[in-house]
Structure formats: structure tokens, C-alpha cells
């Protein structure tokens, strides 16, 4: 019964709600939700602009008929919001769960909250209405990967603010709250968002339950199957910051059939992709594993069609040992990019928007459609990431043939030298793990790094123009000479390359990689873990920077990355608010301030500037006689005066005309009077 | 009373935000999207904002009566006029009142300040007590006390005017005792003159004796018709008090309007008067005064 009446108690209706300016709060607020979902495409803008008409519709009607709203208005809203739930379970049950859940539910939203606007009588309902917005930006806030999405969310939580302000003022009884407090307020709710915010560990992908595949706008590739990059000419490179053709995407050349260490274009700094990924990883795009002194290649003819649906399961490449945690992570291509599917370590399932991948044998895959500003897919892949007591200490059989333990022992001819220093500088070390470290710390001690690197003669060879010429290169032949120094010393390694895993959005929860993130690295194969990521340019001091050089380099970039019109809109808005602020501090206090100021301000303006020792009435007496309107200034000043002084405050009504009279009226400057009248 | 602020309804709306706070995280997180784990974070500050901010307005308001009258009616509103730093909803408890909202108004330099009490009973009032309530700033969660208000004066709610009870010149009658007793020390100053023995020590004119060098005493002009005492004694049980005082006024109220003066005698906490009443005020003070006689200190 307890219940019963509690709940009788809840539908009691409450009392009209008066105030305009709640009302008109809320529909802000709703109206900021809806563009939100339409923004990021959970909604169509169709959808979305009939939807804010008839939401706004539907207030204006709540508040026409708030004292007594009509029976039908409830059995109408009653009725439709039963079919809108009724039509989202229905979608849920009869549709593929998985991939539809965002769409059905932003739509049962955005519905609840268009027939809810014809029946809000009271203060209750509005707080509903609230409630639902901030169930709409939250369904808009899982599809937003872009701090563009930041900009509904600032109109949202605004609107959203002034909507409970107005709340207050209209529950007690017209109370006004002042700045101080609000601000207070505002900077408490910011402190304890933050809070909450750096508390909270990052959000994760636990569950395997949407993920959305999407094809872009990479439209087709020449040969499905073959990288872009085989289509293009070597010695083409492609422009900074424009990859207008995917052969050299972003100015990267690696990501083709061949890695030619004598060549580098000269990187972007465009956003690539976003990565929504569990923990950050090397993004593999693709290995390589002949190398012929100058390129290293991969073997084209292992790559086969995997003709399945999302998901896609992938085999175990060769060498990977397929244990270890599982990893999701899913990319959201911001630019055209090479049609290879990123991934972390060893790839096992992919939810890809075509019917068909193609996958090599050292786990590379891909794309038979062009990757394109939309794309959207997802991976999961195996991480196997051992300790570095673990690796010392493996001692698993191989588990390579010896055809493929051949395979990535090439090395094109001999290097003794090459073998000669590996050897001298892993002398002492008695296990693989060791022997890398060592080399690693070798490279990081001798060598430098620089994009600004001398071309590689005509048939030399670029691991010997590296450790023994000007020891100075960047990821490439870094990468490249530990790999073939592990090759001389018998250990299986190849390179690969890929993006470094970039920048950690807080706010998305995405790793933005940039065109520039684009990289080589080495990967050692260990018997008991598969095949090991090492990066040794990690430890390569740059090479003789030039501060001049440096400084403008940093400056420019610091510039290139400030958000200017973000910038310039808060600035102009800090500077109205200081104008605003400003202006409100100098407008007097009372009415009778007001009129002195407009007395003294029409005499200035007429010459006749107020003298120190002139009483108020005084100056009024003579700029009566200066301009001939009678006693109009000298009325006022009267009054002024007598307020001031005598305590005598004329009705509201007169003080307003009295501010208005001595706004409008002037004091015409006569003929042969000049600034020497005020003495 | 209390120091600290409570909810003023049960702990539900702040279990709700909690639950929704809870919930709204678990989808975020595990949903692996920032940008919902942002706005649960902002919902999570406002949330806090809503449901603690009034608990802090409640706790740190400062309240004081700026002014309020030395005199009321049991029954009757009194008017009391407050100083609120915020907006706060008042409900007076001790005396009662209608709930009103005192604070700054929305319109600029308006301030609501009146807060109506209406004593139930007679008595004197130094303090006030009111329940003070905030919702402040987004009006998602009502926190309340009660706060006791020092008076700037002491009130003084006399009894209702009641039926005038018959005087009686029979000392024993308990209640509403009416005697015709002439006294001395009674009427209208006209001079001075030489102490015979037998005048009362109240009538000594001390001036005049410095001056004249002999104990001078008032010469009182005798009024027409002698004062009449009434001597008020009043039950232990309120209510029946509350009926005594009534009938008292009404007594005295109407011998006031005959002219007749009048010796009121009351037992106050500090011990039994007898002094003269002049006007309806001045008695409905001293009934305000007036306490019951104790058990255990019955008249000889």
C-alpha cells in the first residue's frame, strides 16, 4: 500500500508552471540535443529538423494549456509513447542487435522527447524533459569521435544550466541569484566534474556488442588485393599534406610491397585515423622480410581472399604464438590512407565493411576497397606481451620450419662487418633478449637521428652507409640495421612498419594518428612469444640540432596546433563579458546618478563643462539659460538634489521620466560660445 | 538546534542521483566512448552542485530579525522583518507561520523580508523559531533547518481580549479577584506637605525634603472613585491559563474604559506584582508575564 501510495503520490499533478523563461530553457536544451545526435548521424537532419519544429510546437502548446491541459493531450502522449517503445523493442528483437542498437535507441529519444512537449504542464515534466536530453547526448556522445562534438555539448550543458537556474527561480518564488554564487556554483560543478573525470580510470571496450563498419569514402582500389602503393611510380613523392593520391599516403612510402630506405617523403601532419583501442600499441599495417641491401620487400604471393563476414576470423600467422589478452580496438579512418588494415600485435577477428580481406602469412590484411575519410572498422587482436625476465628466460622449441627460419635470416650478401660488430658488441650476452638490448644500446650510443639525411649512393648498401659512414639516419635505417644485425647474428627478425600509437585524446578516448606518427621497427621472433616489437629509434638522441633552426621548427608547430578560431572566439567573448562587466560598474546606481551624469555629459557636449565649486542646480540654472529650454535642467536638478539631500523620492514612474528627459534632451551649443565658458 | 543541514525530504533523490551517476559510468565505461563518460561527468557535477549546493546555503545562511514589534495578540499575525544573505524558504515553527520566501528577488534591488508568525498563546517571546530551506542552485534537492532567531526586543503577545467577568468584591473568589480597597498612595499629585505619621513611605517627596529641610511628603488630589485590584492567578493547565488571561483583559480593558484605575496584581517569574495598569498595553504586558503559581508554593 506504502507503494501504491507512493506512486499515486508521484502522478499527483503539479502545479502550473508560469515561467516563460524555464520553459524556453528547456526547449534550448532539447533542441541542443537533437542537433547533437543529428551532428554525428544518429538521426537524420530530416528527422532532426521536424522533430526541434514540433518539439517547440508542443512547448508553446504545454504552455497555452498549463492550468488545465486537455484530456486528450495525455491519452495522445500516453498513446505514443507506447508505440515508440513498442516499435524500439520490435526493432531490437527483429533486427541484428549488434550493429542497430544506437540508431533505434537515439530515435525512441528523440520521439519520447517530441511527444512529451505536448504535455508539460508543470515544473516536474520540464525536469523531465532535461533528463531525457541528457539520455539523447549520451546516445550522441557513443558515435562522436571529434572535439567538434564538443561544441553541442557546450550549447547542452549551457542551456542545460540555465534551464535549472530558472528552476530555482521559479520554485522560490522569484528569487534571484547573484553572480558571485552563480559562479560559485558553475566553478564547484567544474571542480567536481574534473574531479570525477581524473579519478575515473578510461573508458574500455568491454564488451564485443557494436561495433560499427563502415566503407568511407575511399571509394575503389586498381587491384583488389595489391597495396596502392604498387600502382604509383618510386620515385614520385607525394606533396606534404596533401595525399591527394593514396599511392603515398600522407607522404609515408612504406606502406606498399617495397620499403626503399633511399627514399622519404616528407610527412603530413594531417589527422590519419582514431584509434578507440584498450591500450596503446604500435599499429601494424604490414612486415617485411627480404631485404636487398637498399628495400626490403614481402612476398606477394601468400596473400589470399578471405571470403567471409564480419566477423572475419583470421589465421595465426606464421611465427605468432596465439595466446595472450585480447585487445579491441577500432579504427575510425579521418583521411584517405593506404588500403592496409591497421592492427595491434597479431590480429585473430576483424568486423570489416566488405565480404572479403585479404590476408598474408605474416598477418598482414588487405583491404580490397579504398580506406576513406568514414571508414570504420574493427580488430581484435592477441597481445602477447612477456616480461623481460620472461623473454631471458625462454627456452620453447622452435616452432619455425627451417625454411621459414631461412626466411627471415636472409640477408643479401655477407656483411662481415656488420657480423663483426654485432658479435663484438653481444659478446658477453648469452640469450636473444639480451643480445637485442645490447644492440639497441649500441645504436642509441652511436648513432643520430635526422629527417635531413645525405642520398645513398648509387649501389651502396644502407646498413653499411649507416653504422659505418655518417652514422646518422632516422626510423628506416635504424630499424633496418638492427634487424640486420640480428639477421648476421643468426636471430629471425623483420621489419615493420606501421604508426606509432599517437596522441591520447581525453575527452574521445581515441589515439589520433597523424600522418607524421608513421613509422619502422624491428620485430624479433622469440620461440615461446611470437614475434616481439623493438623499437631502437626510441633511444637515438637527434643529431647537432640547430637552435635557430629548431626553435622556428617548434614554433611553428606550437602555432599550427593552436585552435585559433576557438581561440578567438573565447577571446572575444572574455572580452564582451569585461565590456559587459565594465559598462555595468560605470552606469550609476540610481536614478537620480543617472541624471546628474546626463546633465553633466549634455553641458560637456555643449562647451560648458561643470565647474568644481558649481552645485548641481547651478550648472542646471546655467545651461537653461545656455540653451534656452527653459528650466527642464533645473527641474531635474531640483529633483536630483532634493533626493539626494532631502530624502524625497518622487514615485517610480516619475524617476523613469525624469531618467528619459534628461537622456533625450539636449543643450544646443549657441553661436560664439566655446570651451572658455566653463572657465 | 540543529547546526548542520538535512534533507528535507527522505535521502531518495540523492540515492537516484547516485544510482544514475553509477549507471550512466558503468555504460560509459565499459561502452569504451569518452565522450559519454565526459557528459556523465558534467551530469555527475551538476548532480553534486544540485543535491549538496543547498546543504552549503542552508548550513552557512546567515539570518537575523532586523525588526520586529514589542507588542502582539495571541491569535494574531505578527510581522517580523528579516535580513537574508539568500534566497531562503522560511517556515515559522515557534510561533507558527505561513511558509514565505525571503531573500533577493529577481527584480534588481528587491528583497523579499517579511516573515508573518501568529503566537498561538499569550507569553513573552525573546527568540523566534523557523525552519529555513534552500534548494539553491538548480532546485533538484530541498535541505532544511531550524534555526532559533534572537528578537531584536522582547515580544510581549498578550492574551485575546475575552468576556469581561462581573466584579466582585468577595476576596475569596479564585479567579479574575476584583477588591475595592482604597490606598494611599493613589491619585493625582496637587503639592507638597509636612509627613504626618501614618503616610506611606511611597508618597515621600525626596526634593522637596533636601529643599525645605523637613520630610515632605506628596499631597495626593484622592480620585472619585478608588482603584480597583484584581489579583490574577492562573491555572497550571494552558489552555484554562490562556482562558483566565483572556477573561482578565477583558475585565481590565473594560474598567479602563470606565475610568476606573486599576491595580493589576500578577506573579511573574521574578515574583508577585501588584502595580497599576494604565492603558489595554500595559496590561496585556503584564498578563504576557503573568506565570501560573506552582504547586509547591501556594499562597499563605
Known amino acids: 500500500m506504502r507503494a501504491l501510495d507512493a506512486i499515486r503520490r508521484a502522478n499527483l499533478p503539479g502545479p502550473p508552471e508560469d515561467s516563460v523563461r524555464l520553459r524556453v530553457a528547456c526547449l534550448a536544451t532539447v533542441l541542443a540535443s537533437i542537433a547533437a545526435c543529428a551532428s554525428v548521424g544518429e538521426v537524420s537532419r530530416l528527422t532532426a529538423g521536424v522533430a526541434m519544429v514540433l518539439v517547440a510546437a508542443g512547448t508553446v502548446f504545454s504552455h497555452r494549456t498549463r492550468v488545465q491541459p486537455p484530456g486528450w493531450a495525455k491519452v495522445m502522449v500516453a498513446a505514443a509513447a507506447i508505440a515508440a517503445f513498442a516499435w524500439f523493442f520490435h526493432s531490437l528483437t527483429s533486427a541484428d542487435v549488434i550493429t542497430t542498437i544506437d540508431a533505434p535507441l537515439s530515435l525512441l529519444l528523440t520521439s519520447v522527447l517530441v511527444v512529451h512537449s505536448f504535455h508539460v504542464p508543470s515544473r516536474r515534466d520540464l525536469l523531465f524533459s532535461l533528463a531525457a536530453s541528457a539520455g539523447l547526448m549520451a546516445v550522441a556522445g557513443a558515435q562522436a569521435i571529434d572535439l567538434r562534438f564538443g561544441l553541442y555539448v557546450v550549447a547542452w550543458v549551457c542551456f542545460g544550466l540555465w534551464g535549472l537556474t530558472e528552476m530555482w527561480t521559479s520554485s522560490s518564488g522569484g528569487g534571484r541569484m547573484s553572480v558571485a554564487g552563480l559562479v560559485c556554483a558553475l566553478a564547484a560543478m567544474s571542480a567536481a566534474a574534473a574531479a570525477i573525470f581524473v579519478v575515473l580510470p578510461a573508458p574500455v571496450v568491454a564488451s564485443r556488442v557494436s561495433f560499427v563498419t563502415q566503407a568511407g569514402a575511399g571509394g575503389p582500389v586498381g587491384v583488389a588485393g595489391a597495396l596502392a602503393g604498387d600502382s604509383g611510380s618510386p620515385a614520385q613523392l607525394s606533396r606534404s599534406g596533401s595525399p591527394s593520391s593514396r599511392i603515398r599516403v600522407g607522404g609515408y612510402l612504406g606502406f606498399a610491397g617495397s620499403l626503399n630506405t633511399a627514399l622519404r617523403g616528407s610527412l603530413a601532419t594531417t589527422l590519419v585515423m582514431q584509434v578507440r583501442a584498450q591500450r596503446p600499441s604500435y599499429w601494424v599495417g604490414e612486415t617485411f622480410d627480404t631485404w636487398n641491401g637498399q628495400s626490403w620487400t614481402e612476398p606477394q604471393e601468400s596473400s589470399r581472399p578471405l571470403r567471409e563476414s564480419s566477423p572475419f576470423v583470421l589465421p595465426v600467422p606464421v611465427g605468432a604464438v596465439p595466446v595472450g589478452q585480447a585487445d579491441l580496438q577500432t579504427f575510425y579512418v579521418a583521411g584517405a590512407t593506404a588500403d592496409l588494415v591497421f592492427h595491434a600485435e597479431s590480429a585473430d577477428e576483424l568486423w570489416f565493411p566488405t565480404s572479403r580481406v585479404f590476408y598474408s602469412d605474416d598477418g598482414t590484411i588487405v583491404s580490397p576497397i579504398g580506406l576513406g575519410s568514414g571508414s570504420i572498422y574493427t580488430v581484435e587482436s592477441q597481445v602477447n606481451a612477456p616480461t623481460p625476465a620472461q623473454l631471458r628466460s625462454d627456452a620453447n622449441e622452435q616452432t619455425l620450419s627451417p625454411g621459414t627460419l631461412e626466411e627471415y635470416g636472409q640477408l643479401p650478401h655477407p656483411y662481415p662487418r656488420v657480423q663483426a660488430l654485432a658479435r663484438s658488441i653481444t659478446a658477453g650476452d648469452t640469450t636473444t633478449y639480451d643480445k637485442v638490448q645490447s644492440l639497441i644500446g649500441w645504436i642509441g650510443a652511436h648513432t643520430h637521428y635526422s629527417l635531413d639525411i645525405p642520398p645513398l649512393p648509387a649501389g651502396a648498401d644502407t646498413v653499411d652507409e649507416f653504422l659505418f659512414g655518417n652514422r646518422v639516419g632516422f626510423c628506416e635505417q635504424i630499424s633496418t640495421s638492427l634487424a640486420v644485425m640480428l639477421r648476421s647474428l643468426g636471430i629471425p627478425a623483420r621489419e615493420a612498419v606501421g604508426y606509432v600509437p599517437g596522441g591520447y585524446d581525453p575527452i574521445t578516448d581515441l589515439w589520433q594518428v597523424h600522418a607524421d606518427d608513421a613509422h619502422a621497427w624491428v620485430q624479433v621472433w622469440f620461440p615461446g612469444y611470437g614475434w616481439q616489437n623493438f623499437d631502437p629509434t626510441a633511444v637515438v638522441p637527434p643529431s647537432n640540432p640547430s637552435p635557430g633552426a629548431t626553435a622556428l621548427k617548434d614554433v611553428a608547430g606550437a602555432l599550427r596546433r593552436v585552435p585559433w578560431v576557438e581561440v578567438v572566439v573565447v577571446l572575444a567573448g572574455a572580452g564582451l563579458v569585461v565590456l559587459a562587466v565594465r559598462r555595468r560598474r560605470a552606469r550609476p546606481a540610481t536614478w537620480a546618478a543617472r541624471v546628474a551624469r546626463d546633465t553633466e555629459r549634455a553641458g560637456r557636449r555643449a562647451g560648458r563643462p561643470r565647474r568644481p565649486a558649481e552645485t548641481l542646480v547651478e550648472y542646471a540654472a546655467s545651461l537653461d539659460a545656455l540653451a534656452g529650454t527653459g528650466s527642464t535642467w533645473g527641474r531635474l536638478a531640483s529633483s536630483v538634489e532634493a533626493s539626494a539631500y532631502g530624502g524625497r523620492e518622487p514615485p517610480p514612474e516619475a524617476q523613469r521620466a525624469m531618467v528619459a528627459e534628461a537622456r533625450s534632451s539636449r543643450v544646443r551649443r549657441p553661436a560664439g560660445a566655446g570651451v572658455s565658458a566653463g572657465g | ?300
Open chain 2, 1 to 300: 538546534m540543529s547546526r548542520w543541514a538535512r534533507p528535507a525530504r527522505p535521502v531518495a533523490p540523492i540515492f537516484v542521483a547516485v544510482v544514475i551517476v553509477a549507471l550512466w559510468w558503468l555504460v560509459a565505461h565499459n561502452g569504451g566512448s569518452g565522450w559519454v563518460q565526459f557528459l556523465g561527468d558534467l551530469v555527475f557535477g551538476a548532480l553534486c552542485i544540485g543535491v549538496l549546493g543547498p546543504w552549503l546555503v542552508v548550513t552557512r545562511a546567515r539570518l537575523t530579525v532586523r525588526g520586529a514589534p514589542s507588542d502582539g495578540v495571541a491569535g494574531l499575525p505578527v510581522d517580523i522583518r528579516v535580513d537574508a544573505g539568500s534566497r531562503l524558504r522560511i517556515r515559522p515553527v515557534d510561533p507558527p507561520g505561513d511558509e514565505v520566501f525571503v531573500g533577493p528577488a529577481r527584480q534588481k534591488g528587491a528583497v523579499d523580508d517579511r516573515v508573518t508568525v501568529v503566537p498561538v498563546r499569550r507569553g513573552v517571546r525573546d527568540t523566534v523559531t523557523v525552519d529555513i530551506a534552500s534548494a539553491a542552485p538548480f532546485a533538484l534537492q530541498w535541505w532544511t533547518r531550524r534555526v532559533q532567531l534572537p528578537l531584536p526586543s522582547t515580544l510581549h503577545v498578550s492574551p485575546r481580549r475575552g468576556r469581561p467577568r462581573p466584579p466582585s468584591t468577595s476576596p475569596q473568589e479564585d479567579v479574575g479577584e476584583v477588591r475595592q480597597q482604597p490606598r494611599t498612595d493613589m491619585g493625582l499629585p496637587r503639592g507638597a506637605r509636612r509627613y504626618v505619621p501614618g503616610d506611606s513611605r511611597r508618597i515621600v517627596h525626596w526634593r522637596a525634603t533636601a529643599h525645605a529641610g523637613k520630610l515632605m511628603v506628596r499631597e495626593l488630589e484622592q480620585p472619585s472613585a478608588g482603584p480597583v485590584t484584581i489579583t490574577v492567578d492562573l491555572p497550571d493547565d494552558p489552555e484554562e491559563a490562556e482562558r483566565v488571561a483572556e477573561g482578565v483583559l477583558g475585565t481590565v480593558a473594560q474598567l479602563l474604559d470606565t475610568g476606573a484605575p486599576v491595580l493589576l496584581g500578577t506573579l511573574e517569574p521574578s515574583g508577585p506584582v501588584l502595580a497599576p495598569v494604565t492603558d489595554r498595553l500595559g496590561a496585556g504586558r503584564r498578563l504576557a508575564r503573568a506565570v501560573a503559581r506552582r504547586a509547591d508554593a501556594a499562597a499563605p
